[in-house]
C-alpha cells in the first residue's frame, strides 16, 4: 500500500508504439523518394530508351493507361496468393506443433520435410499444372508449397524454445498438457510463427506469378508475358510495381495482426526467422 | 527438539526422504549429483538445505517436488508415495521464471488460473501479497520494467498465492541487495510462523540458514550426502536480536567448522 503512487509506470499504448513504428519508417520512405527522383533524373538526362528502362513517370503513366486491365489481373493474382497464402497458415502451424508434440512425425516426417527442400518449387509448377488443370487450383497449391514451410520452421523452432523451467513451473501448479501449451508453448512460439507468416505472405505472390507463367488466361503473370511479347516495357514494370504493392499488403496486413494480438513483450523481440527457399 | 515436536500442526505436509539418489545421464556422461540421502522433515518445520556450489541442492528440491524422479529410493509426502509432480506446493526457483507477456499481477495470480480457483479472490489476495513486499503499483507492468530483485520478490508471491502447504524456495533472494534480503527474510519468517506450512529452504548463505531454521541440514560436495544436521533450538519467529544471541554465533561457528573440515572452506 505504501508503494502505491511510487508505482511503476502505466504500459506504453499499443497505438503510442505503433506510431512510434511508424515515424522509424519516416527516413525510409524519404530514402525511396530520393531514388525515384534520381531514376527520373538519370534515364531523361542520359536519354535512356522506354524500353530499356522506362522512367518513374513513364511508368506511372502506363498504370494509368491500363488500369482496368490491370485491375481485373490484379484480383485474380491476389485472390490465388491469398488462397494459398491462408492454406500455408492454416496447414503450417497446426503441422509444426504435430511435429513439436510427436516423437514420430518429428524423427521422420520432419527430416524429409526439410530435405524436400532442396527441390526448388518452381520446378514443381509445370508439374502441377499436369495434375491441376489451368484454372485456380494449380497457382493456388504452388503458391502453397513455396510459402507453407518457413511457418512451419518456424512454429517448430518457437515451440522448442520454451525454457524447461517454465514447463515445471506449470506442472508445479497441476497443469494439463493442453494448458502448458496454451500457456507457455504458443506464447513463447508466437513471436516466430509470425516471422514465418511475414516470410509466406511475400513467398505466396511469388508462387501466383510463376504458376501463371506456365499456364493461365489470366492475373499479373499473364499479363506479363503478354506484354512481354508486345514490347510494352513500361507495362512490365507497371506490372512489378503492382506486384510489389500485393506483397507489401499482405506483409503489412500480417504486422497489422501481429501489432494487434501480441502482447507488448513478445512484438519487441526480434525472432530470428528461419530460412526458407524459393 | 521437544519444543519443534510440541508446536500445534500447522497446514503443512511432512516430506520423508529415504536413500534416495540421483544420477544424471546426459550424453553418455554420468553425473551422480546424489547418492543415499535420508532426511525427514515434519509437518509445518522450517529446513534449510545448506551446501556448496554443485552438491545437488537443487536436484534435492526438485525430486522433493516430484518434477524429478529418483534413481533410487523413494519420497513420500504425508506418507504418500510421491509418483508425480507435487501439486500442493510453491516453488521459488533459482531464477525468477515469470512470463514475460504476462503482467506482474497475472503472473501471480497465475497458479489460480491453472487450478481454476476464484479468479476474483485470487487477484485480490495477489494484490495483497504484491503490496506486502513492496510491489504495490507495479501489478500491470511486465516482468522487463522491474528489476531482478523486484521480479524475484514477485516471484515469491507467486508461490505463496494458493497458501501451499509446502513452500520449496531455492536461493530465493540470491538476487536481492542485502536490505531487501534483510527484509524479505523477516517477511517470510513471519508469514511462516504465521501458517506453518512445511518450508524447504536452499541456500549457501549460513548466517541466513540459521537465521530462519528449525534444521540446518549440511550436504557434501558433490556426490551429495547429508554431512550432519543441526537444530536450532531458537525461539520462533525469529527476531532481529538473534544475530546477537551467542547460541546462534555457536551454530553458525560450528557449521562453518564442519565445512572447513569437508574441505569446502
Ligand atoms: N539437468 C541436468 N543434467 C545433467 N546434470 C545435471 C543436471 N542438473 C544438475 N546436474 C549436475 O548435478 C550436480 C548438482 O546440480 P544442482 O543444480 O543440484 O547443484 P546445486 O547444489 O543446486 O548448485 P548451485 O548452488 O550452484 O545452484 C551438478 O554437478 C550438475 O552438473
Ligand atoms: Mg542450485
Known amino acids: ?278 | 527438539m521437544t519444543e519443534a515436536a510440541a508446536r500445534p500442526p500447522g497446514g503443512g505436509a511432512s516430506i520423508s526422504i529415504s536413500h534416495v539418489g540421483m544420477t544424471y545421464q546426459r550424453r553418455g556422461a554420468r553425473v551422480d549429483a546424489l547418492t543415499d540421502v535420508s532426511l525427514d522433515i515434519a509437518a509445518g518445520s522450517f529446513v534449510s538445505i545448506l551446501g556448496p556450489s554443485g552438491c545437488g541442492k537443487s536436484t534435492l528440491m526438485m525430486l522433493a517436488a516430484g518434477l524429478y524422479r529418483p534413481s533410487s529410493g523413494e519420497l513420500r509426502i504425508d506418507g504418500k508415495l510421491l509418483e508425480d509432480c507435487f501439486t500442493d506446493a510453491g516453488i521459488v526457483f533459482q531464477t525468477d521464471v515469470l512470463l514475460p507477456w504476462l503482467s506482474i499481477l497475472d503472473n501471480v495470480v497465475m497458479p489460480a488460473r491453472i487450478k481454476r480457483l476464484d479468479l476474483e479472490a485470487a487477484t485480490k489476495q495477489g494484490r495483497a501479497l504484491l503490496a506486502q513486499v513492496g510491489l504495490g503499483g507495479f501489478e500491470a507492468n511486465y516482468p522487463s520494467e522491474l528489476s531482478g530483485g523486484m521480479r524475484q520478490r514477485a516471484a515469491i508471491c507467486r508461490a505463496l498465492l494458493c497458501e501451499p502447504s509446502v513452500l520449496f524456495m531455492d536461493e530465493p533472494f540470491g538476487a536481492l541487495d542485502a536490505l531487501t534480503r534483510e527484509r524479505m527474510q523477516a517477511d517470510i519468517n513471519r508469514l511462516w510462523a504465521e501458517h506453518r506450512k512445511t518450508v524447504l529452504l536452499i541456500t549457501h548463505d549460513i548466517e541466513e540458514a540459521v537465521l530462519l531454521s528449525d534444521e540446518v541440514v549440511v550436504m557434501s560436495p558433490r556426490p551429495g550426502r547429508i554431512l550432519r544436521r543441526f537444530r536450532v533450538d531458537l525461539p520462533q519467529p525469529r527476531e532481529p536480536a538473534i544475530r546477537r544471541d551467542p547460541r546462534f554465533h555457536g551454530i553458525v561457528d560450528d557449521i562453518r567448522a564442519l565445512f572447513r573440515d569437508a574441505g569446502v572452506l
Do not use: C
Open chain 1, 1 to 278: 500500500m505504501a508503494g502505491a503512487d511510487d508505482g511503476g509506470r502505466e504500459p506504453r499504448s499499443r497505438l503510442k508504439s505503433l506510431i512510434i513504428q511508424l515515424r522509424h519508417a519516416l527516413p525510409v520512405a524519404g530514402a525511396f523518394i530520393a531514388l525515384l527522383v534520381i531514376w527520373q533524373a538519370v534515364t531523361r538526362l542520359a536519354g535512356i530508351p522506354d524500353y530499356v528502362l522506362p522512367s518513374p513517370t513513364q511508368i506511372a503513366g502506363a498504370i494509368s493507361d491500363e488500369w482496368r486491365q490491370l485491375l481485373v489481373n490484379a484480383a485474380v493474382t491476389f485472390a490465388e496468393a491469398t488462397a494459398g497464402f491462408v492454406l500455408s497458415i492454416v496447414v503450417g502451424i497446426p503441422l509444426g506443433v504435430a511435429i513439436v508434440y510427436s516423437r514420430w512425425l518429428d524423427r521422420v516426417l520432419y527430416p524429409l520435410l526439410v530435405a524436400s527442400q532442396s527441390i526448388p518449387k518452381v520446378a514443381l509448377a509445370p508439374i502441377f499444372v499436369v495434375w491441376f488443370g489451368f484454372g485456380l487450383l494449380p497457382k493456388v497449391l504452388i503458391a502453397f508449397s513455396i510459402a507453407f514451410f518457413a511457418i512451419v520452421v518456424n512454429t517448430v523452432v518457437g515451440m522448442k524454445r520454451a525454457p524447461v523451467e517454465m514447463i515445471h513451473l506449470m506442472r508445479s501448479f497441476g497443469a494439463t498438457r493442453m494448458q502448458i501449451f496454451l500457456r507457455v508453448r504458443l506464447p513463447v512460439a508466437a513471436p516466430y510463427i509470425f516471422a514465418g507468416i511475414k516470410i509466406s505472405a511475400t513467398f505466396a505472390v511469388v508462387g501466383a506469378i510463376v504458376g501463371e507463367f506456365i499456364a493461365a488466361s489470366s492475373g499479373l503473370g499473364y499479363l506479363q508475358l503478354i506484354a512481354n511479347n508486345n514490347f510494352q516495357i513500361p507495362l512490365l514494370f507497371g506490372i512489378l510495381v503492382l506486384l510489389s504493392v500485393m506483397g507489401g499488403v499482405l506483409y503489412g496486413l500480417v504486422v497489422l495482426l501481429e501489432w494487434m494480438v501480441l502482447p507488448t513483450p513478445l512484438r519487441t523481440v526480434r525472432a530470428d526467422e528461419a530460412g526458407a527457399t524459393l
